[in-house]
C-alpha cells in the first residue's frame, strides 16, 4: 500500500481538488435529511367550515360555516358562524362576529364581533363597510 505524504498531497492539481469538492458537497446533499418549507393548511375542518392557507382558521373552535382562504384569513376566529374571508389577514382578529363578508388583503382585518344589521354585509380591503341591497 503507498503511503502519500502530506507534501505530495498538497501537490495535485486544482482539477483534482476541484472534483474532490464537489463529490463532497453532493454527498453531503444526499445524506442531508429532507427539508421542507412550511405546508399550506387546507382542508375541511369540524363543523363544515373549509380554509386554505397557513394561520387560516388557527383558532376556530366552535364557529360553522366559515370559509377562510388566504394568509391567517379568520386567524382568531373561535365562535364566530357563516363568515367569508378571502385575502390575506381577512377578518384576522375575527373572534365571535357572524355573518361577514371580508374580500382583499386587510378586509375587516381588526373586526372581533362585529354582527351585520342585515345579511350581507361586507368590506373591500379598505374596511369601508358597505351593505348590500337584499331586493
Keep these: 500500500m503507498t503511503t502519500l505524504h502530506p507534501a505530495e498531497s498538497m501537490n495535485r492539481s486544482p482539477v483534482q481538488r476541484g472534483l474532490f469538492f464537489i463529490s463532497l458537497a ?8 429532507e ?9 375541511c375542518g ?3 367550515t373549509t380554509f386554505l392557507g397557513i394561520g387560516a382558521l388557527q383558532f376556530n373552535a366552535g364557529g360553522a360555516l366559515d370559509t ?8 382568531s376566529n373561535t365562535t364566530g358562524q357563516l363568515n367569508t374571508a378571502n385575502g390575506g389577514y381577512a377578518l384576522q382578529a375575527n373572534t365571535t362576529g357572524s355573518l361577514n363578508t371580508a374580500t ?4 375587516l382585518a381588526s373586526n372581533r364581533d362585529f354582527q351585520p344589521l342585515r ?4 368590506a373591500h ?3 369601508v363597510i358597505r351593505l348590500l341591497s337584499c331586493h
Design 26 to 33: 453532493l454527498a453531503c446533499l444526499v445524506l442531508a435529511p
Design 35 to 43: 427539508v421542507r418549507a412550511q405546508g399550506c393548511n387546507q382542508g
Design 46 to 48: 369540524d363543523s363544515n
Design 68 to 75: 377562510a382562504i388566504g394568509w391567517e384569513a379568520l386567524y
Design 104 to 107: 382583499g388583503a386587510d378586509a
Design 119 to 122: 345579511p350581507r354585509a361586507f
Design 125 to 127: 380591503h379598505n374596511n
